[in-house]
């Protein structure tokens, strides 16, 4: 993830210092691009150890609808508690909006059969793509996540909000836009998902898992993983690691985080970052 490294550099070089909702400070830029070949590996850094464990859970909780940290908790994975009411609720966050996007009369639209459909019988589709960005429960800036979920709206705004679908000649490539990026903390974690969805959905539909796309806007290192960040600069990046999926369930919802496994993920070791709240 060489792609990854040239950011990192990027933003700490380019960024503008800018203020920003946590008031923790940070330096961005704005409106960049990086892209990966799965085959040429499974996207998890090697300069610095990830736990996959969350971020597969983390993916599995919100194709299945999960907007509680109860079920995450229960999982091993503890990166939205700081978000959550005391009962663990976050709001209509991404597995609302996935998979019971509200309509006017309402109904619910599960946007993931939507894509699933798609891929499988209108691959050459413009339109296969799901998004989270729902304008009507959009926290409020000046309140804390927990009381933006008591008045009905989500902890937190979505922040990789439009996944779209290319399929040509039986390979299945996957573009993410994130509208605003943690590079150091929630960058890794959104990439990995990413090819993590590419290689389910490729599973599910028969096709080859191709190339995934990350487009970032606000692409930011909070000022607080400026060291973490230089160390993780003076690392020599490391062969990537390979992913196997070792069953396939009868949809896409039936994934466990036992499914998986990451083999030869040879890394550095874990960095430890305060998260921004
Ligand atoms: N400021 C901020 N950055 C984010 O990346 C982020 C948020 N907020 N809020 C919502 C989610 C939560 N995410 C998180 C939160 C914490 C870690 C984190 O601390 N990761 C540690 C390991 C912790 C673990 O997996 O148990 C790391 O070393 O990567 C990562 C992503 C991504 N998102
Ligand atoms: O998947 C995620 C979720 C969150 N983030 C980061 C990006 C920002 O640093 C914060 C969100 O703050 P906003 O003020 O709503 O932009 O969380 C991420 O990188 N990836």
Known sequence: MKQYLELLKDVIENGAQKGDRTGTGTKAVFGRQFRHNLADGFPLLTTKKLHFKSIANELIWMLNGGTNTKWLNEHGVTIWDEWATEDGDLGPIYGAQWTAWPTKDGGKINQIDYMIDCLKNNPNSRRILFHGWNTEYLPDEKMSPQENVKNG????????????????????????????????????????????????????????????????????????????????????????????????????????????????YDAHPSIKAPVAI
């Open 153 to 264: 709206r989500q902890a937190l705004a979505v922040c990789h909000l439009l996944y779209q679908a290319f399929v040509a000649d039986g390979h299945l490539s996957m573009q993410l836009y994130i509208r605003s990026s943690d590079v150091f903390l929630g960058l890794p974690y959104n990439t990995a998902a990413l090819a993590l969805l590419t290689h389910m959905l490729a599973q599910q539909c028969d096709l080859i898992p191709h190339e995934i796309i990350v487009s970032l806007g606000d692409t930011h290192a909070y000022s607080n993983h400026m060291a973490q960040i230089e160390t993780q600069l003076q690392r020599e990046p490391k062969k990537l690691p390979q992913l196997i999926i070792k069953r396939k369930p009868e949809s896409i919802y039936g994934y466990n985080f036992e499914d998986f496994e990451i083999v030869n």
